[in-house]
């Protein structure tokens, strides 16, 4: 899965999020996990990495083929 880190804000409230992008058995899936960035801590990196892969984890491929993990 590719891992990116954003930053939007909705209703006046800044947020973080972890969006994972890939290939789940031929089809493009994209999950963004958000939390507020007044609640944000060291170890939420870790939290919104886990809530963005979801079940896709070991089981979905990179879009650009770097890790072909099926």
């Known amino acids: 899965?590719?891992?990116t880190m954003v930053r939007d804000t909705v209703d006046g409230i800044d947020r973080?999020?972890?969006r994972a992008?890939?290939?789940h058995k031929g089809h493009h899936i994209e999950r963004t996990a958000w939390q507020p960035v007044m609640d944000f801590t060291d170890k939420s990196f870790d939290w919104l990495e886990t809530l963005a892969k979801g079940r896709y984890a070991e089981e979905t491929r990179i879009i650009d083929g770097q890790n072909n993990k099926i």
Do not use: A, V
């Open 1 to 3: 899965m590719k891992l």
């Open 16 to 18: 973080i999020g972890c």
């Open 21 to 23: 992008t890939g290939i």
